[in-house]
């Protein structure tokens, strides 16, 4: 079956530091990859998805980036954090997402301070 | 660009007592999901809608999408504690690459 790890799941970081989220698919094979971050009490927001290696679309021009160096394998970063990058960051991956939907990671909970 | 609302914002009620949920899109949809993420949790896929006029029913869910495909709602017949949470619609246009997701409705029930 197919799973999906995040990690770390909560993360405390000062401002201006560097920022490293890893996502890894098993299970499945070519999956499309997606990184997500909802602010507190509000909705998800798309930041960036892959549908193969190497290949990152971004959805919101931002202080972030991600890169995709494996098959199931997808990574957001930051070289510099601002306050405003505090937010719950959350991995998904589908095959068919016009069928099947999402899966979700359980997620990283991000503080900036 | 395409936007999904979501009414009401929070809703409270006792157990016992039904509960529904609005979505509404800016533009018409190919097809809307609906996910539900529990406090502390994430996202989890509810269901799919695709025909004008779809109901689908999951035990006590019962999801709607609209003869227009620009809106649909989730009815829960008799909350349970077991239902507290955020559902999350998603809606996907025609030629869309991806969903985008409502700011979703948290759901309280009183025991």
């Known amino acids: 079956s197919q799973t999906i790890h995040q990690w770390p799941a909560t993360l405390v970081q000062p401002v201006g530091s560097p920022l490293s989220l890893e996502c890894t698919v098993e299970?499945?094979?070519?999956?499309?990859l997606y990184w997500y971050r909802q602010a507190a009490g509000r909705g998800l927001q798309l930041l960036f998805y892959?549908?193969?290696?190497?290949?990152i679309s971004s959805e919101v021009p931002q202080n972030l980036s991600a890169s995709r160096p494996q098959d199931r394998q997808f990574i957001l970063s930051s070289k510099k954090l601002l306050l405003s990058d505090s937010g719950f960051y959350l991995c998904?991956?589908?095959?068919?997402?016009?069928?099947?939907?999402?899966?979700f990671g359980s997620g990283t909970r991000l503080t900036v301070v | 660009g395409q936007q999904v609302m979501q009414i009401p914002q929070y809703q409270h009620v006792q157990e016992g007592e039904d509960f529904t949920t609005y979505c509404n899109s800016s533009?018409?949809?190919?097809?809307i999901q609906w996910y539900k993420q529990r406090p502390g949790g994430h996202p989890v896929f509810l269901i799919q809608?695709?025909?004008?006029?779809e109901v689908k029913k999951q035990k006590r869910l019962t999801f709607q999408f609209g003869e227009a495909k620009k809106n649909s709602s989730l009815h829960i017949t008799a909350t349970q504690t077991t239902d507290v949470g955020t559902y999350f619609c998603?809606?996907?246009?025609?030629?869309?690459?991806?969903?985008?997701f409502g700011p979703g409705t948290r759901l309280s029930v009183l025991p």
């Open positions: 892959s549908v193969g290696i190497g290949q």
């Open positions: 809608l695709v025909k004008s006029g």
């Open positions: 998603a809606g996907r246009e025609n030629y869309g690459q991806n969903f985008v």
């Open positions: 299970g499945t094979s070519n999956p499309n």
């Open positions: 533009t018409t949809l190919s097809n």
């Open positions: 998904a991956w589908s095959v068919a997402a016009r069928v099947y939907g999402y899966t």
